[in-house]
């Protein structure tokens, strides 16, 4: 029986406790306070990034405050008196960093969207410092105890499924990245995390330099075969950079893309085509092959202070492919149909050039020209004809069409300026269920190229769904690397920008549909997180949004039947140019990676490589290895983009159950299974079984054969 004297003391112990957890708080809210971007999200929809307010000035001491509330988070959780358990440590670990967090919102758009050389700077220095921010939590040896001790004890008595598989993922995360290495060992892992971050930036800012640095500048009488509306696009771009009278082609894919397509002119299509191909590769100071060359070097050190050989290994462990034989084996299964078709494929450009007179032998800046004018001899097929027909507006709301059947999603425009946006030409969505009327989350769309931009087309979250703390919305972005048109021009794309459109919004839709309690299962395994955005794709070509949606930007007249049949005919020409551009990339990345990288010449080895590989001499990689972002600006891809392909087979695979269905691409039973076994649950569950679960069996290479026009071998 307790005395009234111990009573007092529990009471004054209890008091004292939340006196100092009350002061905590206090603490972090004057931190907090005096940064706008570690902030609470205030105003509607749960609270939105504070766009319109933020600052470069202020990144700097957001993130530096935010790591340090962050450690503050983790020495609490790794110093717990209590024996661990699922709710004290690991749903802890879910709760910890969220100032952090709300800072990379704001550190990803001046990254990505809005980047400066003020920018760059401040990126460059805090590059190492968040690498060992990194380190100290995965290299805390409290915390990772008390992780191990709950990994155990859910191996012998499993908790429920979603809580089992967030341990599973913590606890391999924890592995992977040296938590059991001794503290010799874990100081060099550190060291050479922190290195390594240094050369991801040195690497992007470098690439960003000849991307604003080598644009084009053409007169008048250089512009034979573009289009109307590339000159005036390219018109306003040069005026804007302070070349008026003349017209920018800027060194990014959808500058060149067309210009290549179009351009009448030899010797400027290989000057626009040297100055894309040659990002990174230009023997100054931003040349990146000695910075690739360290990269290699100790991405292998670090994975052999883990035991493995290479970084392929322990890369792909916890991946669909496994191993990087099985993901070899896959790309060398298709890679032969695919340089037999772009051998088919140059012999065709080089008898329109002959019968032409042209007098030349193809070059890879003569692919896309030559290509064009064969599809238009074989199809009757004119590109720009097509492009006509490919409105930036439309295609939006044949996006909006798409989420609405397969995904019950209504889209409504925000036009109060109640949502704050980084630039004016950033667009906002409330997305909603048609039905009830729920609110789901907010989509951004930030569509147009501008300084300061990187290029490409991405997919990103600012908030993730959750049931966590209370049920959250999600914030959701879309952005790409558009030509902006003259004013009161339709903005137009090309049939492949349309469908990478419709991929990044696959991404979008993914985000939109999750449904799981804890926010790290709304990570992604990489070889399948490209697949569910691949199928999204298949939608562009179906008769509801190509009658809907794909209307002449002069006349609203629906695409004829006849130039339809036309693109379906087409829809495998030139699959060997966009195989093998892709396939020669990932090739690439997994041997740079198996390879001894002691002494390595970039250079060389890449020659060297696609001499081995037989690549055709007639085309590049899509990405070649100097400019390689997926790879050398993170680790995200690295060893990974092969996982476009692996994707790809679920793409096609899956496919082929909605061909089958009775309402085909809109049949509500498979889409409704689309949605719970493929993009609801992220990644609550492994994706092998999900994929059994939609499909009822695994995925079969031949439909992607099939659907490239390639031969089936058996």
């Not at 191993?323 to 065709?348: C, Y």
């Not at 050039?353 to 001899?377: C, H, L, M, Q, S």
């Not at 549909?513 to 790290?520: H, L």
């Not at 006349?555 to 829809?571: C, D, F, H, N």
Request: aromatic share 12%.
């Amino acid at each position: 029986m307790q005395t009234k004297k111990s009573i007092k003391l529990i009471l004054l112990t209890v008091l004292i406790t939340i006196t100092a957890c009350k002061k905590e708080e206090q603490k972090k809210e004057t931190v907090m306070a005096d940064n706008l971007l570690l902030e609470e999200w205030t105003g509607p929809y749960q609270g939105v990034p504070a766009f319109d307010k933020m600052k470069v000035e202020d990144v700097k001491d957001a993130i530096e405050k935010g790591m340090a509330l962050g450690l503050e988070d983790i020495e609490t959780i790794a110093n717990n008196p209590d024996e661990p358990t699922f709710k004290n440590t690991i749903e802890a670990m879910e709760r910890a960093g969220k100032p952090l967090n709300r800072a990379f919102t704001y550190y990803g758009i001046f990254s990505s969207n809005m980047s400066s050389p003020e920018f760059r700077e401040v990126s460059s220095a805090l590059a190492p410092k968040l690498s060992e921010y990194r380190s100290k939590i995965n290299q805390n040896e409290k915390l990772f105890k008390r992780i191990k001790t709950v990994y155990d004890a859910s191996q012998k008595t499993p908790l429920d499924a979603d809580q089992q598989r967030v341990v599973e993922l913590v606890y391999k995360g924890f592995e992977m990245n040296g938590a059991e290495l001794d503290t010799e060992k874990k100081k060099r892992y550190a060291e050479i995390n922190k290195e390594l971050s240094s050369l991801y930036s040195d690497f992007s800012n470098n690439v960003l330099h000849d991307e604003e640095n080598y644009i084009t500048y053409l007169t008048k009488d250089q512009l034979d075969g573009l289009s109307d509306g590339f000159i005036k696009s390219a018109a306003a771009i040069a005026t804007a950079n302070g070349e008026d009278g003349k017209y920018a082609i800027t060194n990014t894919r959808s500058s060149m893309d067309p210009f290549l397509t179009y351009a009448t002119n030899r010797e400027l299509r290989k000057q626009v085509w040297t100055n894309y191909y040659s990002r990174g590769d230009n023997d100054d100071e931003y040349d990146n092959n000695a910075i690739i060359a360290k990269i290699l070097k100790l991405r292998r050190e670090r994975v052999e202070l883990l035991g493995y050989d290479n970084y392929a290994d322990w890369r792909l462990q916890d991946r669909m492919a496994k191993t990087p034989e099985n993901a070899m084996n896959l790309m060398m299964a298709v890679w032969p149909a695919a340089i037999a078709r772009v051998k088919e494929e140059v012999a065709d450009m080089q008898a329109v050039a002959n019968k032409n007179g042209d007098n030349i032998t193809i070059e890879p800046w003569d692919y896309r020209f030559y290509a064009e004018k064969v599809r238009k001899a074989k199809y009757d097929l004119d590109s720009d004809e097509v492009k006509q027909y490919l409105q930036l507006d439309k295609l939006t709301q044949a996006l909006f069409y798409t989420a609405g059947r397969l995904f019950n999603y209504n889209f409504k425009p925000i036009t109060d300026g109640s949502v704050p946006v980084f630039h004016e030409d950033v667009k906002v969505w409330e997305v909603t269920d048609k039905d009830s009327g729920e609110h789901i989350g907010l989509w951004y769309l930030d569509p147009f190229a501008r300084q300061g931009k990187r290029s490409g087309a991405w997919a990103t979250t600012y908030r993730s769904f959750t049931t966590f703390d209370g049920k959250t919305n999600v914030l959701a972005s879309n952005n790409s690397n558009f030509v902006k048109a003259a004013p009161g021009e339709a903005v137009l794309v090309s049939w492949d920008d349309a469908e990478t459109f419709f991929h990044e919004f696959g991404h979008a839709l993914h985000f939109f549909s999750s449904n799981v309690k804890y926010p790290t299962l709304n990570g992604g395994v990489r070889d399948y997180t490209e697949f569910q955005s691949q199928l999204l794709e298949r939608w562009l070509s179906t008769d509801q949004v190509i009658n809907q949606f794909l209307v002449h930007n002069k006349t609203g007249e629906p695409m004829p039947e006849e130039l339809v049949s036309k693109i379906k005919k087409a829809s495998t020409f030139n699959q060997g140019f966009g195989t093998t551009e892709y396939l020669a990339s990932a090739l690439m990345d997994m041997k740079l990676h198996l390879a001894d990288p002691e002494n390595i010449d970039i250079d060389k080895f890449e020659r060297e490589t696609l001499a081995e590989l037989n690549m055709p001499k007639e085309l590049p990689m899509r990405h070649r290895t100097p400019h390689f972002g997926h790879v050398f600006s993170g680790e995200g891809y690295a060893t990974a983009y092969y996982g476009y392909m692996w994707a790809d087979v679920l793409t096609s695979d899956a496919s082929e159950a909605f061909k089958e269905a009775p309402g085909g691409f809109y049949d509500a039973e498979v889409a409704e299974k689309l949605v719970k076994y493929l993009f609801a649950p992220r990644n609550s569950m492994d994706p092998a079984e999900a994929y059994r679960l939609f499909r009822g069996r695994d995925a079969k290479i031949e439909a992607l054969m099939k659907d490239r026009g390639f031969p089936i071998t058996k």
